[in-house]
Every structure is written in C-alpha cells, then in structure tokens.
C-alpha cells in the first residue's frame, strides 16, 4: 500500500503533534509527567540507529533533527489522554491482562494488526517463548520501497514501537520488565521483541 505512511501518521499524530504545545508549557510540567515518559522508554526499548527518516517520520517529529526517542519523549510525557486516542483510532480497545511482558505486547498488538491499516503492513504477531515475531506482510525490498509498493522497515518498526510506547501510557500494557524491539534494515521479513 502507496500510502501507509501517510495513513498512519495521522493516528500518530495525535500524541505527537503535542510537541509544539508542550514548548510554551514546559513551566507547568509535573516530575510525574518526566517520570512517566522515562518508564515508557525504558520498558518499550528501541534504538532506530543512524540514518534518514523518510519524510513521513520527519513530519511527525517536529524537527528532522530532534532525535527519535527525544521526539517521542516530548510528545507523550504526561499525555495519557493522547494515547487512549491513538489506541482507540487502532482499534486497541482491550488492555493486555497477561503479566508476561511478551505475552501482553502480543495481546496489544494483535489487536492493532486487526486495524484496516496496519492489516496491510503487518500479520499476526506470534509468541514463541520469550520472543513475540511481528511479520511485515508488506515488503520492505528497496525495489518495492522506490516504487512505492513497500515501506521501510524503519518505519515498519516504529510504527509498532510507538503503538507499544502509546499502550503503555494508556496503561493498557502493564509490564513489569521491559522488552526489546529489534533492530531492522530492508529486506527483513519480520521485527523480533525480547524480553531484556
């Protein structure tokens, strides 16, 4: 699908195009809101690496040069409401009720997969142990990237980190160990979260 980025970029930016309002209102931000966001980061842990975004990512971030995890940490931090929208607009409606972290992602993100968009970028994720495989149904094959029939599987693997981070500050997914997500590069069939 041509247009997933775009697609999806607009149920993201319900919790990141909060970044412009928070810069006049870092005054009134409360210590839980920092602690908030430090949690999610550290119990939804992924390192995008070096590299260009694609314009899709650039345009949700406010600024093409503000790191990834800093973006995010400026958009969501003390934005529960945010992301109960962007889990609604997913069609997240049940929150995770398995205690095992990787059992709990799968229950999050099976949910999401079922979503009319997502449906075309990712399958149903597997639980295999300690280990959860999202597969991209959608091709990430330079080839199909250039013509516009696949995505990179950067974004493939944000997608499902800020659905995971968005989750846990609804409070939907309650983990008490962090997992992983993996790193990516074109081509891969699949994102793997561990449990760290």
């Known amino acids: 699908m041509k247009n997933f980025d775009e697609t999806f970029a607009k149920a993201v ?13 870092d005054k009134k931000k409360s210590p839980a809101s920092d602690s908030q966001v430090s949690n999610a980061t550290k119990m939804v842990v992924w390192k995008p690496g070096s590299g ?9 971030k ?3 040069s503000v790191p ?10 003390g ?3 945010s992301a109960m929208s962007l889990m609604l607009k997913l069609g997240v409606e049940k929150a995770a009720t398995n205690k095992n ?24 994720p597997r639980a295999s142990g300690s280990r959860l495989t999202v597969p991209f149904v959608m091709s990430t094959k330079p080839e199909d990237i250039d013509e516009g029939d696949g995505i ?5 693997a944000a997608f499902i980190h800020l659905t995971l981070i968005g989750a846990y500050n609804a409070k939907m997914l309650q983990i008490s160990q962090s997992i992983k997500l993996s790193g990516v590069d074109d081509g891969d069939e699949s994102l793997i979260i561990t449990v760290t």
């Open 52 to 60: 260009g975004w694609s314009e899709i990512i650039r345009g949700l």
């Open 62 to 64: 406010s600024e093409a």
């Open 152 to 156: 990179k599987a950067r974004n493939a």
């Open 68 to 77: 990834y995890e800093q973006a995010i940490s400026k958009s969501l931090a």
């Open 13 to 25: 930016a319900l919790i990141l195009k909060e970044q412009e309002e928070k810069k006049g209102d």
């Open 101 to 124: 972290p990787i059992a709990a992602a799968e229950e999050i993100l099976a949910q999401a997969v079922k979503n009319k968009t997502m449906s075309q970028v990712y399958g149903t």
């Open 79 to 81: 934005r529960s409401s």
